[in-house]
């Protein structure tokens, strides 16, 4: 779980896909535009992991059955060296998995999934075709 605290006071949460030591991907609800704002990292609710981020990138991914949902490319902009060694001993962790999302294997990330689903679209089209001719 992620607080993602924006400019004007807007606030939202959110959930980390993807963390390395240098930013993260993360999946909320509330539209940010790219720019600076300020995380919250759950890792250990009862310390969780402050530190300013640039919005490097965001993808709209609401559509007319879900509410509204956004993805954004996050790199951490660590202004406390403590901070940033316990990311990278959380990340080092024996007991660290990288978060999966409902729906997602943990051994295939994003591009592979997406890979899978085009080669089965693929297939298909290719049985209409033979059908067809």
Do not use: C
């Amino acid at each position: 779980m992620v607080s993602i605290f924006g400019p004007d006071g807007v606030h939202a949460y959110g959930v980390i896909t993807n963390v390395s030591e240098g930013g993260a991907q993360v999946a909320a609800g509330v539209g940010f535009e790219s720019g600076r704002v300020l995380l919250r990292i759950g890792f250990d609710p009862a310390e969780p992991l402050l530190t300013p981020a640039d919005i490097v990138w965001v993808r709209d991914d609401s559509d007319a059955s879900h509410k509204s949902s956004y993805v954004y490319g996050v790199q951490f902009r660590f202004s406390d060296p403590e901070q940033q060694q316990r990311l990278r001993e959380i990340l080092m962790s024996p007991s660290f998995e990288q978060p999966v999302l409902p729906g997602q294997s943990p051994t295939t990330s994003g591009l592979d999934e997406m890979m899978n689903e085009l080669g089965d679209e693929l297939g298909k089209l290719g049985e209409r075709m033979r059908e067809d001719s």
